[in-house]
């Protein structure tokens, strides 16, 4: 595994020396653009809208529009300057109980691994953490971008959670919820928490897998062996639209037979 950023952990005056690696998998399937009669793979290309030519890169700038349509250009330089200072350290700036952060600010985790000579040191850290029960607030930068996040014990390893700043997260009230005029009844209510509970289960994320991928590859398979003959899929039954006005009860009545069925 290729470690994506070497530099330290600063917590108070002590420095520990680690190696950042992603700590989640992408599973997707590729699939390429092709031009559908020939195979013939798409390419992208620089097109210039005004006269569509192909613009070589040396040539190409980066520009902020402005509200008439007229760019103000920057040049590396210029882009670098406002970035913020690269620097190699992984910065504690506050200590938090970690059930206090909501879930929406989370957003992609990282494994931490220390250098050989900082073993002693990761550990300390590890062990204070889970000691205090409290995760680590933190600021780093990967790829000339500033970052916030929080340093966690897991076991024998401490994970960076990257989180989302505030300013990055939509406010709900800008959609039309329904308010506190708008409530179900006791008997729905009920009923509801009758679902909940029969669907309550201990969390296990390796009971949970990504259909689509499985039967994408099964897909795959399947016409690739045919070797070129049409594969007919099975038709998917059409599920039973109800209208807005059938009861809620009967769709909750209807749950709970499938749930016991």
């Not at 700590?23 to 559908?36: A, E, Q």
């Not at 931490?112 to 204070?128: G, N, Q, S």
């Not at 099964?218 to 045919?226: G, H, T, V, Y």
Request: with cysteine; glycine share 4%; proline share 5%.
């Amino acid at each position: 595994m290729k470690a994506l950023w070497k530099g330290g952990i600063s917590f108070g005056l002590v420095n520990i020396p680690v190696k950042l690696y992603s700590g989640s998998v992408t599973h997707r399937i590729d699939l390429d653009m092709i031009r559908k009669k020939d195979q013939c793979q798409i390419e992208y290309v620089r097109i210039c809208r005004k006269d569509g030519k192909e613009v070589p890169w040396d040539e190409i700038a980066k520009g902020y529009r402005k509200e008439n349509g007229d760019y103000v250009v920057l040049d590396k330089d210029e882009i670098a300057k406002a970035m913020p200072e690269k620097t190699q350290t992984i910065d504690i700036f506050e200590f938090v109980i970690e059930n206090e952060i909501p879930s929406k600010y989370l957003e992609k985790p990282y494994l931490i691994e220390p250098e050989k000579a900082a073993a002693k040191t990761y550990a300390l850290l590890r062990d204070a953490l889970k000691e205090s029960k409290k995760v680590g607030l933190c600021k780093f930068i990967i790829r000339s971008s500033e970052h916030i996040g929080i340093l966690k014990p897991e076991e024998d390893a401490i994970l960076l959670i990257q989180m989302r700043f505030d300013q990055d997260l939509r406010d709900p009230k800008e959609l039309k919820l329904p308010g506190k005029t708008v409530s179900a009844t006791k008997k729905e209510i009920d009923m509801a928490m009758t679902i909940i509970d029969q669907l309550t289960d201990k969390f296990e994320p390796e009971k949970y897998k990504d259909t689509y991928k499985d039967e994408l590859l099964k897909l795959i398979k399947k016409k690739a062996a045919a070797k070129g003959k049409k594969v007919v899929e099975k038709a998917v039954p059409a599920k039973k639209e109800r209208h807005p006005a059938d009861d809620l009860l009967d769709q909750l009545r209807a749950s709970l037979e499938a749930i016991k069925n």
